[in-house]
């Protein structure tokens, strides 16, 4: 008998920082957070790490396993931390490890706001 049990999954709540940009102009509040957002992402190590995170099996990746993005591990933890500062990463101590995780709701808001345009 095995005791594995089946959650629900459940959809996160997606706020999106600011409304989509062709709906109205951005208040200075809304400006600032979407610019820290998109700040973040404009550094390429940054970009890298944050790819390697999203695409990484499970959704969550070990340090140890996203560091090669070729720069030292002083400055790969300086790259995270900014991507934690932005929303953009969760983290979560385990033992001597650090996993991230992308925070799917921010995200997704994110692509709200940009997304009027695909169209």
């Keep these: 008998m095995s005791n594995v ?3 629900p999954l459940l959809e ?3 706020v999106p920082c ?3 940009l062709n709906e109205r102009p951005l208040t200075a509040e ?3 957070r979407t610019a820290a957002m998109f700040k973040a992402l404009s550094d390429p190590v940054r970009l890298r790490l944050f790819s ?3 695409s990484y099996e499970g959704g969550e990746a070990c340090v140890c ?3 090669d993005v ?5 400055t790969v933890s300086h790259h995270l931390k900014k991507l934690k500062e932005a929303g953009l990463l969760t983290s979560e101590r385990r033992g001597t490890w650090v996993y991230y995780r992308v925070e799917p709701s921010v995200l997704a808001g994110m692509s709200k706001v940009l997304g009027q345009y695909a169209a």
Aim: aromatic share 0%; hydrophobic share 45%; glycine share 4%.
């Design 12 to 14: 996160p709540d997606v």
């Design 52 to 54: 390697a995170v999203a």
């Design 65 to 67: 396993d996203i560091s």
């Design 5 to 7: 049990r089946v959650l």
């Design 70 to 74: 070729g720069v030292s591990q002083p």
């Design 18 to 20: 600011c409304p989509p």
């Design 30 to 32: 809304e400006a600032v």
